[in-house]
């Protein structure tokens, strides 16, 4: 059964188009902890160090993620790379 070029009827499609759909973002259950996304200000920045104190301070504050990024070796000089085409 081929389904290219053809249309595809979805059942959720009104809802959506017209504003009425519920998402994720807008479930609330009394009690639900909330989560909160910090990402580094300058772009390609290095990040030296990440003091939390602060932040789990705040009242409401449960917990702080950091994800440890091992440092990345710097990239080989594309001009003396031994893997440039012959």
């Known amino acids: 059964m081929a389904r290219t070029g053809t249309r ?7 809802r959506l188009l017209t504003g009425t759909g519920t998402y994720v973002d807008d479930v609330v259950r009394p009690g639900m902890p909330h989560a909160c996304f910090v990402r580094r200000p300058v772009t390609r ?3 030296a160090a990440i003091d939390a104190s602060e932040a789990l301070r705040l009242d409401g ?3 702080v993620f950091v994800r440890h990024v091992p440092p990345i070796p ?9 893997t440039q085409p012959a």
């Open 8 to 14: 595809t009827l979805r059942v959720e499609d009104p």
């Open 45 to 47: 920045a290095r990040i």
């Open 61 to 63: 504050v449960h917990a």
């Open 74 to 82: 710097p990239s080989p000089n594309p001009s003396t790379s031994s």
